[in-house]
């Protein structure tokens, strides 16, 4: 047996001792899936015991070095991993913006003593973090923001606003970009912080959707204290590693297009088949043949970038063509699943849908989002077309 499938073996036994029942079968559903935290929130109770095991092995963050908490696991057996996690449709054991952004960020720019700091309680769910970048009249020109930090001894003092905080209301920890040096060229003199919600200058309002839900925040910064220790990397260089951050997030929300579910066997239950034994409706069934040949090349495409970041590559301008090819892919999967389902995809509560169906209307509104968020479409293309095709501004 070869080295990989003794660690597949291993991993099943391991799962099968150790997977709470009741989310087998959970995989898709996002209130399965722990975000940890000081005060951590649970749908399902089993999931602190799940999130705590996986920790205790290092799962949470598969292929993070051991000493911060990771597992120490090669890409490959990362994958070994995540095909036995699906095979019990298991949900994760942690997920957030530490897992996905800050840390991966601190591993390439922390310094020793940050990492041994904040990367431990990443792994061990123990912090919950957000990202304080944008701003009232700085989004897409991010580099334009206004938050001021000045410097007071051994500390920086920060006054200024953030918008569309997400999930600040439920987070210990922000990772933020501010202005510590405004006479030069917008992106010198950005700094990025690390700074405790706890601080009594902190103020969270959440801001309420039409949907009912909020799931961001305006946040608010008044004489609030961070030490100099707190700056990652060096004060007045943070665009570097603000840009590094967008890398990860974007290679996180491009890969976000993963199926939930099969769009064939979708199809077939809706429309029905024909003699052959093919979806009946034959226009929906070349746009589903057409959604499942791009999203595999899209697939195909990540997991060559995956290799190529084990191999010790970091996510560069390129990680746009994953957040807007993904992105993209994604709308027209949930407009195409949308059509499928016909009328039974246009409920928002009430009887007379299913489950899976009411959260099809959610998934598809939410997909919109996801070509807003860490920098909408358009300025992927931009970026797309300056810094990775060299074409003039
Ligand atoms: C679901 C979600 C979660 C988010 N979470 C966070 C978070 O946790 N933390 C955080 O800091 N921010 C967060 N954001 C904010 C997000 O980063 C911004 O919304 C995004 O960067 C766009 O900024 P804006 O909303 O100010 O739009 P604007 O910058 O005002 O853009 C408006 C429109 O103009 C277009 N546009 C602007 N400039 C150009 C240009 N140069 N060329 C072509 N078109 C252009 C844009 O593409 C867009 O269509 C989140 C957003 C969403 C939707």
């Known amino acids: ?104 960020t601190l591993l390439q720019y922390g310094t020793e003593e940050q990492k041994r700091e904040h990367l431990p309680k990443i792994t061990g769910g123990k912090i919950r973090w957000c990202q304080g970048y944008s701003e009232p009249d700085s989004g897409s020109d991010l580099a334009s923001l206004q938050t001021a930090a000045v410097r ?50 902190v103020e969270v309002r959440p801001i309420r959707l039409i949907s009912g839900a909020s799931p961001f925040c305006e946040t608010f910064f008044r004489d609030v204290r961070a030490p100099v220790g707190n700056v990652i990397g060096e004060p007045g260089d943070g665009w570097t590693v603000a840009k590094a951050l967008l890398g990860h997030e974007r290679s996180m929300i491009g890969g976000m297009a993963a199926p939930r579910v099969s769009l064939p066997e979708l199809a077939a239950e809706y429309l029905g088949r024909d003699e052959q034994g093919r979806i009946a409706d034959p226009v929906l069934r070349h746009r589903v043949a057409q959604s499942e040949m791009d999203a595999l090349s899209f697939q195909l495409t990540v997991q060559r970038n995956a290799d190529s970041l084990a191999a010790g590559h970091q996510p560069g301008p390129e990680s746009s063509m994953f957040k807007y090819y993904g992105t993209e892919l994604n709308m027209r999967r949930e407009q195409l699943m949308l059509s499928i389902r016909d009328q039974q995809a246009l409920g928002w509560e009430g009887d007379g849908y299913s489950e899976e169906e009411l959260l099809q209307t959610r998934a598809w509104l939410r997909s919109r989002a996801n070509s807003i968020e860490g920098g909408t479409s358009e300025i992927q293309l931009n970026i797309i077309s300056k810094r990775v095709l060299g074409l003039p501004g």
Not at 52 to 63: I, L, N, S
Not at 186 to 199: E, H, P, R, S
């Open 152 to 201: 007071d001894g051994d500390e920086f003092v920060i006054n200024g606003q953030k918008i569309w905080t997400s999930g600040a209301d439920l987070a210990d920890w922000i990772f933020m970009l501010v202005r510590t040096d405004s006479s030069g060229k917008k992106q010198a003199g950005i700094t990025f912080i690390l700074v405790d919600m706890d601080d009594p200058g």
């Open 1 to 104: 047996m070869s080295e990989l499938e003794t660690f597949r073996e291993e991993v099943r036994q391991w799962l099968e001792a150790n997977a709470p029942q009741a989310l087998r079968g959970r995989r898709n559903d996002p209130a399965a899936v722990p975000w940890g935290g000081r005060n951590p929130r649970y749908a399902y109770p089993e999931s602190a015991d799940w999130l705590e095991r996986m920790a205790g092995r290092g799962w949470t963050a598969p292929t993070w070095p051991k000493e911060y908490g990771g597992g120490g696991l090669s890409r490959e057996h990362e994958r070994v991993l995540h095909q036995e996690l699906a095979r019990l449709e298991l949900p994760p054991g942690l997920t957030g913006f530490g897992l996905s952004m800050i840390g991966p």
